[in-house]
């Protein structure tokens, strides 16, 4: 089984960072496979922050500039460095990963999770 954790979330004041972290296990061939980052507020439907895929990203609009996403595929582990955080990033964090050779920008294309990560950005 392909098993996702993610972990790094944490309460931060605006203007600060944080990096998440998500470890690959079972078939860990992930530097072939689109990784993601999800994110998920209250009330509000989860939305795609960034993905990679052999070096090659993609971010959202509103996280272009700040947030970064890159793989250590020595150590299985997906990351992303948030800075200049802002109180509207507060959100669920989630990595994911596909079964496919591409990437997209929809969550139905992601069969494998993580558990999530709560990030809080105070004013």
């Known amino acids: 089984q392909v098993q996702l954790v993610d972990s790094g979330g944490g309460s931060v004041q605006a203007g600060g960072s944080l990096r998440l972290s998500c470890v690959v296990s079972?078939?860990?061939?992930?530097?072939?496979?689109?990784m993601a980052w999800f994110r998920q507020a209250p009330g509000k439907e989860r939305e795609l922050v960034a993905h990679?895929?052999?070096?090659?990203?993609y971010y959202s609009d509103s996280v272009k500039g700040r947030f970064t996403i890159s793989q250590d595929n020595a150590k299985n582990t997906l990351y992303l460095q948030m800075n200049s955080l802002k109180p509207e990033d507060s959100a669920m964090y989630y990595c994911?990963?596909?079964?496919?050779?591409?990437?997209?920008?929809?969550?139905?294309?992601?069969?494998?999770w993580g558990q999530g990560t709560q990030v809080t950005v105070s004013s």
């Open positions: 994911a990963r596909r079964r496919g050779v591409i990437c997209s920008s929809s969550l139905l294309m992601y069969e494998y």
């Open positions: 079972g078939y860990t061939d992930s530097n072939t496979r689109c």
């Open positions: 990679i895929l052999r070096g090659d990203t």
